[in-house]
């Protein structure tokens, strides 16, 4: 039986906006094909992680203290965490997790959170906690070559700035900063982005990308994914394009 192993980043922590419903997506679309989901976690004063012993990584969105809290806990992983990166290990990372894997996030309270450093982008929120990045957004990205419409829900102070490949191209809401044509960021083992939703309940496509992604590398195979019956997920993938794309 294959499997996929995840680490599953300060869960306690970084859960304000419901981002854990990846993990479950997650677990679902591989245990309905048969393939092992071994989900592990890892929270400030848990045994030391390798980050190379894992297929996929993921971080979930937090408010700023949350943010603060933890920076100096993460950073002690900056080098496995690269190493792990450049070893092809996926990295699926939202909103507050997004921020801080660039240079810094600067708090709407001015407060400088140093980051992992490991991506060239850095993010400063507005000094007005009141103006913030909050609605439905769709992006158009590309996955292996195939268009494809991904939809979510932004919650974010952070502007996020010198971002070399966005995740996407902005259909609808805000992306990287306000009124932004670019979202998130976007390289072979990582996909960096602000859409919560959970992200992965209103894209199966997308799942189903990272889930092959990391099959792939760990087996060392072209692998075809059993479809799935994703009648119910189109069905309400459809209303929510028609009725933010169309005015429908
Ligand atoms: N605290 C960060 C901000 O406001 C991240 C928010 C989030 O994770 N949704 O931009």
Excluded: W
């Amino acid at each position: 039986m294959k499997e996929l192993k995840i680490l599953y980043l300060y869960p306690d922590i970084l859960e304000l906006y419901g981002d854990f419903g990846n993990i479950q997506i997650l677990k679902y679309r591989l245990e309905k094909r048969g393939i092992k989901a071994i989900i592990e976690q890892y929270s400030i004063g848990d045994n030391t992680p390798n980050f190379n012993n894992y297929d996929l990584v993921f971080a979930g969105g937090g408010a700023d203290q949350e943010q603060g809290i933890l920076a100096d806990d993460l950073i002690k992983y900056k080098d496995n965490i690269k190493d792990a990166i450049n070893n092809g290990v996926f990295f699926l990372l939202i909103c507050g997790a997004y921020q801080l894997f660039g240079k810094y996030y600067k708090s709407a309270d001015g407060n400088i959170v140093p980051g992992l450093e490991v991506f060239d982008y850095y993010t400063e929120a507005i000094n007005d906690r009141k103006k913030r990045c909050i609605g439905n957004i769709i992006i158009e990205t590309s996955l292996n070559g195939k268009t494809s419409k991904i939809i979510g829900f932004e919650n974010h102070g952070g502007q996020t700035f010198n971002i070399s490949n966005p995740f996407g191209k902005v259909l609808f809401g805000n992306g990287n900063k306000f009124g932004d044509t670019e979202e998130g960021y976007f390289q072979k083992n990582v996909i960096a982005t602000y859409l919560h939703g959970p992200l992965l309940s209103k894209n199966p496509e997308l799942t189903d990308y990272i889930i092959k992604h990391c099959l792939d590398r760990k087996y060392d195979e072209d692998i075809t994914l059993e479809p799935l019956d994703d009648t119910f997920e189109e069905l309400c993938r459809n209303q929510l394009l028609n009725k933010f794309l169309n005015n429908n």
